[in-house]
C-alpha cells in the first residue's frame, strides 16, 4: 500500500562498486553517522535504496531470468542471433555489461552494509526503544549482507568476501572459496535473525526473512557436498534447514488471489516476506518496462524479457486450468493506443518473428495501461510464503516426516489445483516440486539457483534437454541452451574488475584475484 511506501534516502556516499576500489575512497564519518539513531535510519534506507537501484534490482533480475534457461530476450537485437541470446540467455556466458553492473550493484549493497555493521552498537538485552532500534538496523545490515552475498556466491561461486571497509592499504581483495562464502552468509543470517526485532517498521523484513534465508542455504549444501561444512551430513542440512524454515511458517499466509500479489494494490500483502519498496520519485524503476510488450500500456516498453515458450506449455499441460497461468503469463492484449488485438505463442500457432514466438510475464508489467510515466513503482516481493511452503514441501520430502503432502496442498488449494502429481513415492514428489517451484514462481528470482542446486546432471535432464528436445522447438526463435557444465554452472567473473587487477587473460583463468 502507498502508505507504507519507505522514502529511500540517498545521502549515503559509500563508494564500493567494484572489488578494485578507488584509489581515493571517501569514507562516512561513522560516529556522526551511526550515533543517532535517526540518522541510523537514514543509513538503512541507503541500504535498501542501494537494493533497489538500477544495478542491484533491474540488472539482477535480467542476469538470474537469463541464466535461469527459461527466458529469451530481444534486447540489442529482435533475434536470437544478438549478442544477450547467443551468450547469457543461451547459458553460454561471457563477460557481458549486465552481469557486471549486477555484481557492482551488489557489492555497493554489501559497502553500505559494511559501515552499518562496523559502527552500530548493539545491546544484548535490548530494553529502551533506541536499544532496539539499533539492534534492528544492525540486524537489517546483516540480513542484507547475507542476501547479498548469496545472489553473488550462487551465480559466480568463489568470489572476493569484503566484510570490512576498505582503507588505503584494503583496496584489493582475492577470490574466498565459495564454502567459505556460504559459511559468512550463515553467519550473517544468524546475527539477523538475533537481532532484527520489528522496531524500524513496516516495510522492512522481520527475523523471518533471516529465517527462511537460512533454509535456502542449508538446502543448497545438502544437495552440494563440496559446500558443507565438515562433519554435517546432507541429512542433518535437510533437518537444519527444516528447523529455520519452520520458525516462519504460520507468520504470513497466502492472498485469495495468486494473480494480486502482482499489483500496487496488494503490496506489502499477508504473504509478502521481503519486498523492496519503490516509489516512482525515488527508484525511477525500470522494472515494468523491461518486460512491457509493444504498445501494452501508453509510456515507454522495452519488452526485454520473455519466457521460453516450451515453459508455458509445460505449465497449461500440468495444470491446464490454472489460474496461475493468466496471473504469470501475456500471450494476448488491446493496445493501449487503438485497442488492437495483439497475440503472440500460444495464442497464436505461427511463431515468427521472434518476439510473437514466446509469451511475456505478466508479473512485472506496467499494470495500469494509461500510464504515461516512463518509470513503475510496483515492489518487488523477494521472499514470499509460497516460496516458503514450497520449501517446507521439500525439505519435508527428502526427511520423509510425512508433512510434505500438506504444505504443497496449501499452495495448490489457493489456486484449486489437485495434489495427483504428488501421491507417488519420493522420488516423484521431488521432481513434481521442483517443477512447482517454476509455476508458483517463475521469474521472481529463484529460477537459476534452482534450476542448478540440485547439481549438473538435474538441471541438465530437467531443464536444458528438455528445452532443446520439446516439440516445438524452432532455431529461428528458440535459443540451443548449451550441455557444457563448464558454461552453464557458473558466470565468469566480470571482465572491469579483471583489468582493474591488471592480470592478464592467461591469468584470469587461473586465478582472477591473484595478488
Known amino acids: 500500500m502507498k502508505n507504507l511506501k519507505i522514502i529511500l534516502l540517498t545521502f549515503i556516499g559509500l563508494t564500493f562498486y567494484t572489488c578494485d576500489l578507488e584509489e581515493d575512497p571517501i569514507f562516512l564519518d561513522a560516529e556522526a553517522t551511526y550515533a543517532d539513531l535517526q540518522v541510523a535510519r537514514g543509513a538503512l534506507d541507503g541500504i535498501y535504496q542501494q537494493l533497489s537501484s538500477y544495478m542491484a534490482m533491474e540488472q539482477r533480475i535480467f542476469v538470474l531470468n537469463g541464466f535461469s534457461g527459461l527466458f529469451v530476450t530481444k534486447k540489442n537485437g529482435n533475434s536470437n542471433n544478438n549478442v544477450n541470446n547467443i551468450n547469457l540467455f543461451s547459458l553460454k556466458p561471457t563477460y557481458d555489461r549486465d552481469s557486471q553492473n549486477m555484481w557492482q550493484g551488489m557489492y555497493a549493497a554489501i559497502g553500505r552494509c559494511n559501515g552499518a555493521i562496523a559502527n552500530i552498537t548493539t545491546y544484548d538485552s535490548p530494553t529502551e526503544a533506541s536499544e532496539l532500534g539499533f539492534n534492528d538496523i544492525a ?9 547479498s552475498y548469496l545472489n553473488l556466491v550462487r551465480l559466480w561461486e568463489d ?16 577470490k574466498t572459496l565459495a564454502k567459505d562464502v556460504y559459511a559468512q552468509i550463515i553467519l550473517d543470517a544468524q546475527m539477523a535473525t538475533g537481532l532484527i526485532n520489528g522496531n524500524t517498521g513496516a516495510g522492512y523484513p522481520k527475523q523471518y526473512a533471516a529465517n527462511m534465508l537460512l533454509a535456502k542455504v542449508y538446502m543448497t549444501l545438502a544437495t552440494n557436498p563440496s559446500l558443507r561444512a565438515d562433519g554435517i551430513s546432507e541429512a542433518q542440512y535437510w533437518q537444519m534447514a527444516y528447523d529455520e524454515a519452520i520458525l516462519a511458517y504460520g507468520q504470513y499466509s497466502l492472498v485469495a488471489d495468486y494473480s494480486s500479489l502482482f499489483t500496487d494494490e496488494f503490496e506489502n500483502s499477508t504473504e509478502s516476506i521481503f519486498e523492496l519498496q519503490l516509489a516512482q520519485d525515488a527508484a525511477n524503476s525500470q522494472m515494468g518496462r523491461n518486460f512491457t510488450p509493444f504498445k501494452y500500456k501508453l509510456g515507454q516498453h522495452f519488452g526485454w524479457l520473455q519466457v521460453s515458450a516450451d515453459v508455458l506449455l509445460d505449465h497449461m499441460a500440468t495444470y491446464p486450468d490454472d489460474p496461475r497461468i493468466d496471473g504469470s503469463y501475456i500471450y494476448e492484449y488491446n493496445r493501449a493506443d487503438n485497442g488492437n488485438l495483439i497475440q503472440h505463442y500460444p495464442a497464436i500457432t505461427n511463431r515468427t518473428p521472434f518476439t510473437k514466438g514466446h509469451p511475456f510475464l505478466f508479473k512485472f508489467v506496467e499494470k495500469d495501461t494509461q500510464h504515461s510515466n516512463q518509470f513503475g513503482d510496483q515492489n518487488l516481493i523477494i521472499y514470499r510464503y509460497a516460496d516458503l511452503l514450497l520449501m517446507l514441501a521439500e525439505i519435508s520430502n527428502e526427511l520423509q516426516n510425512d508433512q510434505q503432502l500438506g504444505y504443497v496442498t496449501e499452495v495448490l488449494d489457493r489456486v484449486g489445483m489437485s495434489n495427483d502429481a504428488y501421491l507417488g513415492g519420493q522420488s516423484s514428489f521431488r521432481d513434481a516440486i521442483m517443477n512447482e517451484y517454476r509455476y508458483e514462481l517463475i521469474g521472481e528470482g529463484e529460477d537459476a539457483h534452482n534450476n542448478r ?11 536444458i534437454n528438455k528445452h532443446n528436445n520439446n516439440p516445438i522447438f524452432s532455431p529461428n526463435v528458440d535459443l540451443t541452451l548449451s550441455t557444457d557444465p563448464n558454461q552453464v554452472m557458473k558466470l565468469p567473473i566480470p571482465l572491469t574488475e579483471i583489468n582493474s587487477l591488471k592480470i592478464s587473460r592467461s591469468e584470469e583463468l587461473i586465478n582472477p584475484y591473484k595478488v
Do not use: H, M
Request: hydrophobic share 40%.
Open 453 to 463: 542446486r540440485r547439481g549438473f546432471d538435474y538441471f541438465l535432464t530437467n531443464t
Open 139 to 147: 540486524g537489517q545490515a546483516y540480513f542484507v549482507r547475507a542476501w
Open 159 to 174: 568470489i572476493p568476501l569484503w566484510l570490512e571497509l576498505p582503507d588505503s592499504d584494503n583496496l584489493a581483495k582475492p
